[in-house]
């Protein structure tokens, strides 16, 4: 099976669950988004007291992303427990629904990749954000968006993140083995 010329593009899928819940007691409209100090991360949703929010598992427990199925257990096990830590409201709170899904995760710096590829002419790639891509999406589609357009970045350089940082990754691990 034939793959693209040039260096692989290091992205895998990892899953993750996002978990909703309801308290009336929990921080107010002006509680920005927030992540914990232990990786546990919460946000309103809404008006009425519900919220979003999760965490990232430690590398060695990565769930299997060939389904989506969530574990109920991590929230109770793992979540609550911080975010109950972080917020005492939050002791109470009533668990809503969830849901699995996938994020890009990019094996060679966690950072995205945009731009040309090197080798396969017309092919251009924006992917591989590792959980931050809607932090990035606008920055990163004006920016692609301008070099398909006008043939170049304008107003934002992203050729850092371009497929020259994984060639030369690609050598470095090539001279190591």
Known sequence: MGG?????LPIQPRKRYIFSWHCPDGPGFSCPFLIDTTGAYFRRDGIAGNYLGGMSPPEEDEPDPSDLSVDDEFFQDRVWPRLA??????ASLRRGGSWGGYYDFNT?????????HPKVENLFILAGFSGHGLQHAPAAGRALGELL??????????RRLGW??????????EAVV
């Open 108 to 116: 060679f710096d966690q950072n995205g990749v945009v731009g040309p």
């Open 85 to 90: 830590q972080r917020v005492p409201a939050f």
């Open 149 to 158: 357009v006008k043939g170049g970045y304008k107003s934002l350089d992203l």
């Open 4 to 8: 693209l010329p040039g260096p692989p």
């Open 164 to 173: 020259g940082r994984l060639e030369v990754g690609e050598r470095l691990e």
